[in-house]
């Protein structure tokens, strides 16, 4: 199937505003740029092969292998097309999806940037790291997948726009480069940050332009690329991807079109430098996003799926004939022991996370889900007070175990919840009392990782200044 970006028209747009706009300018040759390369992809990817499970096994084996890592916070799987959505939201991410991996089911562990990034990048679900609230750090003793990729000889570099993984938290433990973002004078002219949550400044084409620029001068060697966008959390967009009107959830799919362009740019620069056929591109997230589905915006609030049901696709460096949909309950501490398992590096320490390459096989070759990812539980947490720390810990517990999910709120079991998602996909029917036998069991599997489950180090208590703690609240976070 061929690869093409298509920019959907505008629900009642004014086009007038539009072309008077210098915006407009910026948007369109950008577009032109992602346009003139995806219409290469008539007949499959430039400097791409065909391949199938027998390859993915033997990527391993390959000692040329690169890997580029791109988070989307706060993206919700089911606003890409990929996963259904009726918006052309993603053309680039469902073109690529078309030939890659997509799994179905993935749970984020937390519904806040931290928690959820260091449950991601140490494989350890947040009971375990320990990071819970707004100060707390991971110290020197957390071993993160960015080291494994070090020590391997990788270059490791990072680009960020959240400050909540900044390097202050712990996370730039691996990366020969770790930095946040400046916003670039063209951009800033350009960008239209129609409704954004919060002050954060410049666009996500500042983290596309830096990303590009590392990987000109890592052509020739390893690398593992980590680029965290944000203008899907801040719901900014340039003016071309200004096609969905006006409402709040317009303006998110709006965002999620302007990062689609992003990608696709990421994709080019790859094509230019002949990186395609010896890269391993990822797409990931934090965690969802509310738009009132049970009684609030935005996420850090709760654990329903809407905040918890999150994108993981993985394309190869060989296109597959036909995509491979993994089905299998799978989580965010998966994704790094899958990928140092494709790759053929050592795994993750004592991780909860379980490499899901032999999930990946299986649904390639049609057979049934391995026992391992059958019977699995998986859990998702979020301190209730995570921002307010001059008030107690309030820990909230989600068990997933297909096809239930289960909320428990410790100061007040009496709300807890338990959804089927067999008549109920998107939680509107709590049958706690009606199912009582299997909320009792999953509460008791929630009770129990809560008690007996200890963190696996002593967090650092990180002091924050004025000026930083300024900067999280530009994000749109409330903090005591």
Do not use: C
Request: hydrophobic share 40%; no cysteine.
């Amino acid at each position: 199937m061929a690869w093409r970006v298509e920019r959907p028209r505008r629900i009642d747009s004014d086009m007038s505003k539009i072309f008077d706009s210098p915006r407009f300018f910026f948007g369109l040759a950008l577009l032109l740029a992602v346009v003139a390369v995806v219409s290469q992809f008539q007949f499959g990817s430039p400097g791409k092969e065909v391949g199938g499970a027998e390859d993915i096994e033997r990527l391993s084996q390959r000692e040329d292998l690169n890997v580029v890592f791109v988070l989307v916070d706060a993206l919700r799987a089911d606003h890409l097309g990929t996963y259904g959505y009726e918006r052309p939201t993603s053309p680039t991410i469902d073109a690529m999806t078309e030939r890659g991996i997509r799994f179905a089911n993935v749970e984020a562990q937390s519904s806040w940037t931290k928690a959820s990034m260091a449950s991601l990048w140490t494989g350890l679900f947040p009971q375990r790291s320990g990071i819970l609230r707004y100060d707390d750090g991971l110290p020197s003793e957390a071993v993160l997948a960015a080291e494994i990729f070090q020590e391997a000889g990788y270059n490791t570099a990072g680009i960020f726009r959240n400050a909540w993984v900044g390097g202050n938290f712990g996370f730039d433990q691996g990366f020969d480069l770790y930095v946040g973002t400046s916003p670039s004078r063209t951009v800033n002219r350009l960008q239209a940050s129609t409704m954004s949550t919060g002050g954060l400044r410049g666009s996500d084409i500042d983290a596309t332009e830096s990303a590009i620029e590392f990987m000109l001068s890592s052509v020739n060697d390893p690398f593992l690329l980590y680029v965290h966008y944000m203008d899907v959390h801040q719901y900014s967009y340039s003016t071309e991807s200004d096609l969905f009107g006006s409402s709040f959830g317009d303006l998110y799919d709006n965002a999620i079109h302007w990062v689609d362009v992003n990608i696709a740019r990421l994709l080019e620069a790859m094509s230019r430098m002949d990186l395609l056929g010896n890269t391993i591109v990822v797409i990931a997230s934090d965690h969802g996003e509310g738009f009132g589905e049970h009684g609030f915006e935005g996420h850090a609030k709760g654990l329903y799926k809407e905040v918890q049901f999150t994108p993981w696709l993985i394309w190869l460096p060989f296109d597959l004939a036909e995509s491979i949909v993994v089905d299998a309950q799978v989580a965010n501490v998966d994704i790094w022991p899958t990928l140092l398992d494709l790759v053929g590096l050592d795994p993750l320490p004592a991780a909860d996370g379980r490499s899901a390459v032999p999930a990946i096989l299986a649904a390639a070759r049609g057979e049934s889900v391995p026992s391992e990812f059958a019977e699995r539980i998986v859990y998702s947490q979020i301190d209730a007070n995570w921002g307010r720390v001059r008030q107690s810990p309030y820990p909230m517990v989600a068990v997933l175990k297909p096809p239930y999910r289960f909320q428990h709120r410790t100061e007040n079991p009496e709300r807890d919840e338990l959804f089927n998602h067999t008549d109920d996909a998107t939680e509107q029917e709590n049958v706690v009392l009606k199912e009582a036998e299997t909320a009792s069991i999953l509460r008791d599997a929630a009770v129990d990782y809560l008690e007996e489950v200890t963190p696996d180090w002593d967090t650092n208590e990180i002091e924050l200044d004025r000026m930083k703690l300024d900067q999280l609240r530009a994000l749109g976070y409330k903090i005591d």
